[in-house]
C-alpha cells in the first residue's frame, strides 16, 4: 500500500493544488491532504472551512482522505506510515527552498519528497495571491473550484 502526503496552507485551496492531488491520486494507493494548523497565522479560513472545503474538491478522488496536522511534518508521516511527501513546483523559484525542506526532513526522518511540476496554466498561482487579487476586486473565478470561490466571495463580503 503506497501512501502519499500533500501538506499545505490550503488558505484556500486553488485549481493548483487541486490538480497536484488529482495526479498524485493516480501514482499512489492512498494520498492525504494534510492542513497545516500554525497558531502563529491567523488564516483567511480557518482550519474547518479549508477541510471542509477541501474534503468536497477533492471527493471525486477515492484515494484521498483530507487531515490537519501540527508540529513537524515528518512526525505526521512517520506516525501514519507515510513514506513520500508530494510537492508541487510551479517554477524554479519554487525548487531553493523545497529542495531544503525536502533535505532537512529526509535527514530528520525516513521521508522522501517528490516534486510534480503543476500545470503550466497554474504555474502563477498562489493561495496568497488569489487573496489578494480577490480582496481588490479582481476575478479570480477562474483559479478556484466553483465551491471555494463562492466561500471566497461570502469570506471577503462578511469582512
Ligand atoms: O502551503 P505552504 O504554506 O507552502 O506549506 C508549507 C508546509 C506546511 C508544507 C511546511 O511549512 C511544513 O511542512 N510545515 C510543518 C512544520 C515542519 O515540519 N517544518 C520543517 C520543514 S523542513
Not at 491567523?42 to 474538491?57: A, P
Not at 512526525?75 to 523559484?93: F, W
Not at 530528520?108 to 503550466?120: C, I, K, Q, Y
Request: proline content about 5%; hydrophobic content about 40%.
Amino acid at each position: 500500500m503506497t501512501h502519499a502526503v500533500c501538506p499545505g496552507s490550503f488558505d484556500p485551496p486553488t485549481l493548483g493544488h487541486l490538480d497536484i492531488i488529482g495526479r498524485v491520486s493516480r501514482l499512489f494507493d492512498r494520498v492525504t491532504v494534510a492542513v497545516l494548523v500554525n497558531p502563529d497565522k491567523n488564516g483567511l479560513f480557518s482550519v474547518d472551512e479549508r477541510l471542509d472545503l477541501l474534503r468536497t474538491t477533492t471527493g471525486q478522488w477515492p484515494g484521498v482522505t483530507v487531515d490537519s496536522f501540527s508540529g513537524l511534518l515528518v512526525d505526521y508521516c512517520t506516525e501514519r506510515g507515510i513514506t513520500a511527501i508530494v510537492k508541487g513546483l510551479r517554477a524554479v523559484s519554487d525548487f531553493d527552498y523545497e529542495l531544503q525542506m525536502a533535505q532537512m526532513n529526509s535527514g530528520l526522518a525516513r521521508v522522501d519528497t517528490l516534486f510534480v511540476p503543476t500545470g503550466p496554466q497554474f504555474s502563477f498561482l498562489s493561495s496568497s495571491l488569489v487573496k489578494q487579487v480577490a480582496t481588490l476586486g479582481g476575478d479570480v473565478s477562474a483559479l478556484l473550484a466553483p465551491i471555494v470561490f463562492q466561500a471566497l466571495r461570502s469570506k471577503l463580503t462578511d469582512q
